[in-house]
């Protein structure tokens, strides 16, 4: 059974970075492609960057520049560094994993692979 798991949300003051933690077990990490996800109150649910094996990460115009995926095979772990926050990065973060076509298309919907969630509140 695969299970993501991911850990480092917290609060934030503004400009202040964060890193995100997705554990991956249970698959094999370098066959699907990767996904970091936010949701904010009353939102839908966006993709923030994804990245696969082979390719270059993909990012929401809303963090570029500011954020950064990487995977460590080593440790079937993908990472989500959060720099320059702002207040509205505020949300639950998600990881998950599944076919590059459902992340990039916006059928996330079809994604059955998900992690938990952690939340990230920025404020001062």
């Known amino acids: 059974q695969v299970q993501l798991v991911e850990s480092g949300g917290g609060l934030m003051q503004p400009g202040g970075s964060l890193r995100l933690s997705c554990v991956v077990s249970?698959?094999?990490?370098?066959?699907?492609?990767m996904g970091w996800y936010r949701q904010a109150p009353g939102k839908e649910r966006e993709l923030v960057t994804s990245?696969?094996?082979?390719?270059?990460?993909n990012y929401a115009d809303s963090v570029k520049g500011r954020f950064t995926i990487s995977r460590d095979s080593a440790k079937n772990t993908v990472y989500l560094q959060m720099n320059s926050l702002r207040p509205e990065d505020t949300a639950v973060y998600y990881c998950?994993?599944?076919?590059?076509?459902?992340?990039?298309?916006?059928?996330?919907?079809?994604?059955?692979?998900w992690g938990q969630g952690t939340l990230v509140t920025v404020s001062s």
């Open positions: 249970g698959s094999s990490f370098s066959l699907n492609a």
């Open positions: 998950a994993q599944g076919p590059l076509y459902y992340m990039e298309f916006g059928l996330y919907r079809h994604l059955e692979v």
């Open positions: 990245i696969t094996s082979g390719g270059p990460a």
